[in-house]
């Protein structure tokens, strides 16, 4: 395999492939190549096109069928693209036929955000889960990824050669390498776990979302200290938790890597430890940005992945954020077809959304002008309030005013 880490410091050029099936139509598939495109950009991949196929589901060999892959290759070759970037995981198979027909690194989704993610991890906790994410991800395909090995085999048909030799060597040493991360993590895990016994019986919120939504901003501007925010995909990976106090009441609030469509398992897997931040909340804030297109795709992502991981049942505020960037589309009233989503203004949306919530609260802020941040803080001090009378029914009624009072 064309190892496209091998191209890191260039600049490199990439045709972004997606398919139209009978699950997923041609809007969708465009909407994911978007956000496609744009985990790319993040890791300094320049999108020069995208191609798209139309198949009841993908090919076995090829994913996009050898009619398609002729055309991408003739369109490669004649563009200088130096790699082929596909919006679902491909099978072992489909990626060594897809590289012997192109001569071109060829990456799916996941491969892609493992790359991201090993770029953005900075403490060894992060680093660790995240090599055994891509350990995990490499080794069905490593026979793939070592094509040099193919020089060495005993001959034409046989398995007993020395690159057959080599390649089972290499299997073991990353299965060994998977145990001992397995074994560090495990270790780290413990100490993380007495680390959050250690913080007292202090109400835990979590604040959880899409990535690029705003809740590292939303961080800092709740816990009056900065946190590490960027206008890309997974700026942060590692838990940032801070202590807040809203009038006289303190709680702790803890962010942590975002959710995207089609994450891949190896990371939820080897970023257990990270995500129990969030299973043991005691409420979390759901952030959604409400400027982007397809926020309500993403809202739902985000609920699929909380239950997932077994934090489907939390309390929940849902903050619609970015208020202050959304403009809703034009929508002709003379137009007998019902308006879309996102030709509603922003008071139709909030009357929508507000009556679709069962159970769940919503607000409306902008984080980065402070936009009814104060209304959240009211909201928020009120809930973490009922969730601390609940635990210490017995408490000082001195603790609590009547009402909100800003800090």
């Given at each position: 395999m064309i190892d496209p880490l091998e191209l890191k410091g260039k600049a490199e050029k990439a045709v972004l492939v997606g398919l139209i099936t009978d699950e997923q139509d041609a809007?969708?598939?465009?909407?994911?190549?978007?956000?496609?495109?744009?985990?790319?950009t993040t890791a300094d991949i320049a999108t020069l096109k995208r191609f798209t196929q139309r198949m009841a589901k993908p090919d076995g060999r090829s994913y996009i069928?050898?009619?398609?892959?002729?055309?991408?290759?003739?369109?490669?070759?004649?563009?200088?693209?130096?790699?082929?970037?596909?919006?679902?995981?491909?099978?072992?198979?489909?990626q060594r036929?897809?590289?012997?027909?192109?001569?071109?690194?060829?990456?799916?989704?996941?491969?892609?955000?493992?790359?991201?993610?090993?770029?953005?991890?900075?403490?060894?906790?992060?680093k660790k889960q995240v090599e055994l994410a891509q350990y995990e991800y490499m080794l069905p395909r490593l026979t793939k990824l070592w094509t040099h090995l193919e020089r060495q085999r005993g001959g034409t048909g046989t398995r007993g050669g020395a690159g057959e030799k080599e390649i089972e060597t290499d299997r073991r040493l990353i299965r060994d390498r998977i145990a001992l991360l397995k074994g560090q993590l495990k270790d780290i895990d413990k100490q993380m776990a007495t680390q959050r016994g250690n913080r007292g019986k202090l109400v835990r919120v979590a604040v959880v979302g899409y990535t690029n939504v705003g809740k590292s901003t939303l961080m800092t501007v709740l816990s009056k200290s900065a946190v590490f925010a960027e206008n890309k995909l997974f700026a942060t990976l590692d838990t940032t938790v801070r202590k807040v106090v809203l009038g006289n009441l303190p709680f702790l609030l803890s962010d942590t890597v975002g959710f995207i469509r089609k994450l891949p398992h190896q990371l939820i897997e080897s970023f257990k430890s990270t995500l129990d931040e969030t299973r043991e909340a005691d409420l979390l804030l759901h952030v959604v940005d409400i400027s982007h297109h397809n926020f309500e795709e993403q809202y739902e992502t985000v609920k699929q992945t909380l239950n997932e991981i077994g934090a489907g049942d939390k309390p929940v505020i849902v903050i619609f954020n970015k208020i202050d960037a959304y403009r809703p589309a034009h929508h002709d009233p003379d137009d007998l077809a019902p308006k879309r989503v996102e030709q509603y203004t922003l008071e139709e949306l909030k009357a929508t959304w507000i009556a679709r919530m069962t159970g769940e609260e919503c607000i409306f802020i902008s984080a980065a002008d402070r936009t009814n941040i104060d209304g959240l803080r009211k909201l928020l001090y009120e809930r973490v309030k009922a969730l601390h009378i609940a635990r210490y029914p017995y408490e000082n009624d001195l603790l609590f005013k009547d009402e909100y009072l800003e800090s």
């Open positions: 809007e969708q598939a465009r909407e994911y190549l978007d956000e496609l495109e744009f985990l790319a069928g050898s009619g398609k892959l002729e055309e991408v290759r003739q369109w490669m070759e004649a563009h200088g693209a130096d790699c082929i970037i596909f919006d679902d995981e491909l099978t072992p198979a489909q036929n897809l590289e012997k027909a192109l001569g071109k690194p060829v990456l799916d989704r996941p491969r892609l955000i493992l790359d991201i993610f090993a770029r953005r991890a900075r403490t060894a906790h992060a």
